[in-house]
């Protein structure tokens, strides 16, 4: 069972457009992650969210988790082909072993320059 | 500057073979955790970690078994690897990041082991 969907699960899009990435699940989460990961590494850690309706932003990427706490967006202004990449979201479901750290099925993301 | 390590990042071994992913982290966390990877797809947790000698299965059953030993170091085992097993192996701690103003516990990658097995 997956508890973490993601999409869309792929997206190519121009140098300069602006996209949307979101996570949802049926079940609520004390806490999200935004990772990225590049071919051939692991997944970087980009950002926390804990609260619900809390917007965070990290220069052309917002993040926002859902006022319920079971869902999560990440939107990018302006897309540079250094944003390429897949983008995991992740998180512990309320209710679950506190260290059971599950990831969403991913979004594999291309910027075209 | 990543303070987990795993080896090796690539082997490539025939069926049958016992192979062991080594796993180390100098960050003094307690907790580990094991995931796999297809290339370009979800990560699913197949074993964690709360501490010295704590051992958990994860959500994708996996032939593979892991030892706590020692808080640093957290290796996988496959007593006889199939080619079922190919897949990237990600190595992670928790911890709490620096960077993180909320506090919660991160985790932190190694780089990967690629395994293929002919």
């Known amino acids: 069972t997956q508890l973490l969907e993601q999409s869309p699960q792929f997206l190519s899009i121009q140098e300069g457009e602006n996209l949307t990435v979101y996570c949802n699940s049926s079940s609520v989460f004390s806490s999200l992650q935004w990772y990225r990961q590049e071919p051939g590494e692991g997944p970087v850690l980009l950002v926390t969210v804990v609260t619900g309706g809390e917007v965070k932003k990290l220069k052309r990427l917002t993040f926002q988790f859902g006022d319920a706490r079971k869902d999560s967006s990440l939107h990018i202004t302006a897309a540079q082909p250094g944003d390429t990449g897949l983008y995991l979201c992740a998180g512990v479901a309320l209710g679950s072993s506190a260290s059971k750290i599950i990831f969403g099925s991913g979004t594999r993301l291309s910027i075209r320059p | 500057e990543a303070d987990i390590y795993q080896t090796p990042r690539y082997l490539v071994i025939g069926t049958g073979k016992k192979i062991t992913l080594e796993c180390s982290q100098t960050m003094g966390h307690d907790k580990m955790y094991w995931y796999q990877q297809d290339p370009g797809m979800e990560l699913h947790l197949i074993h964690y970690s709360y501490g010295v000698n704590s051992t958990e299965k994860g959500d994708l059953s996996s032939e593979s078994t892991v030892s706590r030993i020692r808080t640093e170091h957290f290796p996988l085992t496959l007593e006889s690897a199939r080619p079922s097993h190919t897949s990237q192996y990600l190595c992670?701690?928790?911890?709490?990041?620096?960077?993180?103003?909320?506090?919660?516990?991160?985790?932190?990658f190694g780089a990967g082991s690629r395994l293929t097995v002919l």
């Open positions: 992670a701690s928790k911890g709490w990041s620096d960077r993180e103003s909320s506090g919660a516990n991160v985790l932190t």
